[in-house]
């Protein structure tokens, strides 16, 4: 053997001997440890095949891949130790008999689990780290996020409970623990308290309120003891926006739980309580903590959907509050409604439901008037309210009679929810319906709509949508004080329009029988000239322009000129295209359609109604233009006395006499 050998030899037992006598770290331990664990649970499930040794190809690309990747906790060194810690009880327990290295831990597998780890833990990493900017008192949603949220959460299949808290607790600044458990019996609907229109009389009736009433201990503590003892109000108004309406999706949402509701009873019961007065208004979400846990994912996903930065997730009622304070409403009446620690004054003696913090959350600023014209809509002849009601909630029939029965409910809430709650609520449905049914079509809400209400809802509502852009883009006037104003403006342009559409009825008339005439007699006479006295003498002598030159031109060129007049007509693009031969009935349609545009009620009411008058009078100025033409070229022969003399010298050639010559000279 050689000396190099040798010397090899002796390295080899000595880093032998070195490595079994050199203890393993702790950190080498636990992470063994944890290997056989995993190995043998995997082996359990069936996972993993059975063996005597645990380290082996198999086993680690599984551990690794599925175990180690994942460990989003744990830091990349740390991670990369797992390496030698494996690699160590290999070589000194299960593979220390085989000659060299007889298993290597490290291969692509492994490397790129390692790199999958590094890559989660640094991505968790990121989102963990504090945001200096987060939370802060600015942070506030906007009327424009909240119309989104509110639009998306439509389409969700907790869109009942998830509307209905975000808007209360948005509107009346009710907590959303407070909102969850708010019952029907403490609805009421107040109709004294909402604003009024502007210059209103005090017999003008007041914008309709939602009032909600709350318990004693819901509201907040405050420090005056006589305010405690008080039964307290929240509630809105109805939005500009039906679908910001705090109002209409409760409305909707009634209208769709209550439709084949059998709990609810207006009999009082052998405890003393009604049923219906236990009845709550959410139905998914609970009270407890699973309550709140299912209102905060529905929240966060509605945010994180519509790009919303709100840090207090189901906390809407301080964002009702940043937006009316932002709006300039003034504290007092913010505490009135939110019922914060407030002096004595306000606590006891200011109103409960302030009419200018309720028209602002309405979505009408200060200088505004409250005015919202779907309210306006009057129902039509085919139903009444009585049977709005029954159609909206059927069983409030069954309500009524159990109500005014010797047992039934004769409290002051069950007469307002079923004397004046529902009909109001079904008021609603049936006017805010029609944004419903053409921007959810496919909604619940919207198909149980059309398939409850008459047929004729469904073109009802396209009117009526109509009618309401309309008053709203007068904001409160009335379309004929639209129609005076603008034609207080443009009064004599549109007079001198149809004054020139009168003239041109008349003459296109003229014109149109003439032509026709002359082509009844030269299809008769094969283009003879003996008519030529009776067809002067039928000229029209009304145009003095005309009259006199035209009655010394040959029908064959007056007949032919008038064709190309006629032609020229029918072929310009601005003019109605119509036949040679055209009876005097289309020509009078022709105008009065020109007329009722002039005269056209919505035409005035759209921004663009002077460009289509001008287009209108563009179309009878060419009309003008063409007769003139006619007429020019009539009189391209020369003078009238000369054409009278050429016209009678060629008849006393033809007749071969002299006695129209003499009569032209005279």
Not at 233 to 242: N, S
Not at 527 to 549: K, L, M, Q, R
Request: some cysteine.
């Amino acid at each position: 053997m050689s000396a190099q050998a040798l010397i090899q030899e002796a390295l080899t037992r000595n880093n032998a001997v070195v490595r079994a006598f050199k203890k393993p770290d702790q950190s080498y331990i636990r992470e063994w440890n944890k290997y056989k664990t995993y190995v043998t649970e995997r082996r359990a499930l069936g996972e993993l095949s059975e063996g005597d040794k645990f380290l082996t190809r198999e086993n680690v690309d599984l551990y690794f891949s599925r175990h180690v990747a994942r460990l989003i906790s744990l830091n990349p060194e740390s991670a990369r130790r797992i390496v030698p810690s494996l690699q160590y009880f290999a070589d000194m327990e299960e593979h220390q008999n085989v000659a060299g290295r007889g298993f290597v831990v490290e291969n692509p597998v492994v490397k790129q689990a390692l790199e999958c780890q590094r890559a989660e833990w640094i991505a968790n990493e990121i989102s963990t780290l504090t945001d200096p900017h987060a939370d802060l008192p600015t942070n506030v949603i906007t009327p424009e996020e909240h119309k989104k949220a509110i639009l998306y959460a439509i389409g969700l299949p907790e869109w009942k409970d998830l509307t209905y808290s975000w808007l209360t607790c948005r509107v009346s600044f009710l907590r959303n623990c407070n909102v969850k458990t708010m019952v029907i019996s403490r609805m009421r609907l107040e109709k004294d308290v909402g604003p009024k229109p502007r210059n209103a009389s005090r017999t003008t009736p007041c914008a309709p309120c939602l009032a909600y009433i709350l318990r004693r201990n819901e509201v907040v503590k405050d420090s005056n003891s006589r305010a405690k003892k008080r039964t307290r109000l929240v509630g809105g108004i109805r939005h500009a926006d039906p679908f910001q309406c705090m109002i209409g999706l409760v409305a909707m949402n009634l209208f769709h739980t209550l439709q084949t509701d059998t709990s609810m009873s207006f009999f009082v019961q052998r405890e003393g309580t009604p049923t219906w007065q236990n009845k709550r208004i959410m139905q998914k979400w609970g009270t407890g903590k699973a309550g709140y846990e299912a209102a905060r994912q529905s929240y966060t996903k509605v945010t994180r959907a519509c790009g919303i930065n709100w840090c207090k997730v189901t906390h809407l009622r301080k964002a009702g509050m940043d937006e009316a304070s932002k709006g300039g409403v003034e504290e007092r009446a913010i505490s009135s409604m939110s019922k914060h620690a407030s002096g004595e004054k306000v606590s006891c003696y200011v109103t409960e439901l302030n009419a200018k913090l309720l028209k602002y959350m309405a979505g009408f600023s200060d200088n505004e008037e409250y005015f919202l014209p779907r309210s306006e809509l009057i129902l039509p002849d085919w139903i009444t309210k009585e049977q709005l009601t029954d159609l909206c909630f059927p069983a409030s029939i069954r309500w009524r009679r159990e109500q005014q029965s010797a047992l039934g409910d004769a409290s002051e809430a069950a007469r307002n929810f079923l004397y004046e709650l529902l009909p109001f609520l079904s008021t609603v449905i049936f006017q805010d319906g029609i944004y419903w049914i053409k921007k959810f079509p496919e909604h619940e809400v919207s198909r149980l709509l059309l398939n409850k209400m008459p047929p004729a809802y469904e073109r009802w509502a396209e009117s009526a949508r109509v009618e309401v852009k309309l008053k709203q883009d007068t904001r409160g006037g009335t379309m004929v004080d639209t129609f005076n104003e603008a034609a207080q403006q443009t009064f004599s342009h549109v007079l001198n329009a149809i004054k020139d559409v009168l003239v041109l009825h008349e003459q296109v008339a003229r014109e149109v029988s003439e032509i026709r005439a002359a082509q009844v007699n030269n299809n008769n006479n094969g283009g003879d000239n003996n008519n030529y006295d009776n067809e002067a003498n039928n000229d029209d002598d009304d145009d003095p322009n005309t009259a006199n030159n035209n009655n010394n031109v040959p029908p064959q060129n007056r007949a032919r000129a008038r064709i190309s007049v006629n032609d020229a007509l029918r072929n310009t693009p601005l003019a109605p295209a119509f036949p040679a031969q055209l009876p005097n009935s289309c020509i009078e349609l022709l105008l009065q359609h020109e007329l009722f545009r002039l005269n056209d009620f919505s035409l005035v009411a759209k921004k663009d109604w002077p460009s289509n008058i001008r287009l209108s009078y563009s179309r009878r100025m060419y009309l003008f233009r063409m007769i003139e033409e006619k007429a020019a070229r009539s009189r391209q022969g020369g003078t009238a006395a000369e054409k009278r003399e050429a016209a009678a010298k060629e008849l006393d050639l033809l007749k071969g006499e002299k006695s129209m010559y003499q009569f032209s000279n005279n």
